[in-house]
C-alpha cells in the first residue's frame, strides 16, 4: 500500500515534514479540484481536515476521520458513518489501524453506502431549492 496526503494548506507543511521522517509518503499539494479527483484514486482516505473529509465522501472513498472538532462529528453523522470518527484527544495507534482494516475490508459496501448517502443528499437539496423557488416565486 502506498500512502498519500492530501495537502491543502501551508499550515500543514510541519506536519507532513514530522510525518515523512517515519513514513514513506508521498505528497499531493495540489488545487482543490486535483485533490478531490486524487481521492477517487484512493483505497482509504484517514482525515483529520474537514476539506479532505469531504473530499473522500464526494468520491464514495472510506474514510477514517479524526475529530478535533465537533464539525467532523457532525460531518460524519450526517453520512451515517459515525463508527468511522475517533476523537483526535482520545486516539490510539491500535484502534486506528484497526478501524483502518474494518474500513479497508468493507472496501465496496462502504463505497456504496457513501453513494447512497450522496445521491439522498442532492435530492434534499433539490427539494429545498424547489420549495425555496416556489416561495420566491409566490
Not at 6 to 25: K, N
Not at 49 to 62: D, E, K, N, R, S
Not at 99 to 119: I, K, P, S
Request: proline share 4%; aromatic share 6%; glycine share 6%.
Amino acid at each position: 500500500a502506498s500512502l498519500v496526503y492530501l495537502q491543502h494548506e501551508a499550515a500543514e507543511r510541519p506536519m507532513v515534514e514530522l510525518l515523512r521522517r517515519e513514513l514513506p509518503l508521498t505528497v499531493l499539494d495540489a488545487p482543490p479540484e486535483e485533490l478531490a479527483a486524487a481521492c477517487a484514486e484512493l483505497d482509504l482516505a484517514v482525515t483529520n481536515m474537514m476539506h479532505a473529509a469531504i473530499f473522500a465522501a464526494g468520491a464514495c472513498t472510506p474514510l477514517v476521520c479524526l475529530a478535533y472538532d465537533v464539525k467532523q462529528l457532525g460531518f460524519m453523522e450526517l453520512l451515517g458513518e459515525r463508527d468511522y470518527l475517533v476523537r483526535a484527544d482520545r486516539v490510539d495507534a491500535g484502534a486506528l489501524f484497526s478501524l483502518a482494516c474494518r474500513a479497508l475490508d468493507e472496501g465496496a459496501a462502504f463505497r456504496a453506502r457513501l453513494g447512497r448517502r450522496r445521491e439522498e443528499l442532492w435530492k434534499d437539496e433539490e427539494d429545498f431549492l424547489c420549495r425555496l423557488a416556489a416561495v420566491i416565486n409566490g
